[in-house]
């Protein structure tokens, strides 16, 4: 039974950092094909934020965090990571990992993903 689970999100003014974590469980998150991470406002589309192939060690991030958002996966403790610089009230969102180990040409799209977590909230004020 995969699980996947979020913390570390919470409220912090802007210009702030949060570092989100998310567990897996059931699932060997370095054999995924892809790991991402996601974020949802009320009323909008789920978008991606940051993803991770760990078997190619790559990574991709949208336009709107590139340069402040970073993802990375820890082996060791079966997580990854999302550290978020910089925050601006636009990042707020609730924030979702998903991972899937099924090939795919992109890691950016949601429809790709089996397994999600529940969330976590991010708020910048």
């Known amino acids: 039974h995969v699980q996947l689970v979020e913390s570390g999100g919470g409220s912090v003014q802007a210009g702030g950092s949060l570092r989100l974590s998310c567990a897996g469980t059931?699932?060997?998150?370095?054999?995924?094909?892809?790991v991402g991470w996601f974020r949802q406002v009320p009323g909008k589309e789920r978008e991606g934020v940051a993803s991770?192939?760990?078997?190619?060690?790559?990574?991709a991030y949208a336009s709107s965090v590139r340069g402040r958002f970073s993802i990375s996966l820890d082996t060791a403790k079966n997580t990854v990571f999302l550290q978020m610089n910089s925050l601006k009230p636009g990042d707020t969102a609730m924030y979702y990992c998903?991972?899937?180990?099924?090939?795919?040409?992109?890691?950016?799209?949601?429809?790709?993903?089996?397994?999600w977590g529940q969330g976590t909230q991010v708020t910048v004020s």
């Open positions: 998903a991972a899937d180990i099924r090939y795919s040409t992109t890691c950016e799209i949601t429809t790709m993903y089996a397994y």
């Open positions: 059931g699932i060997h998150l370095s054999s995924a094909f892809c």
């Open positions: 991770i192939r760990p078997g190619a060690t790559t990574t």
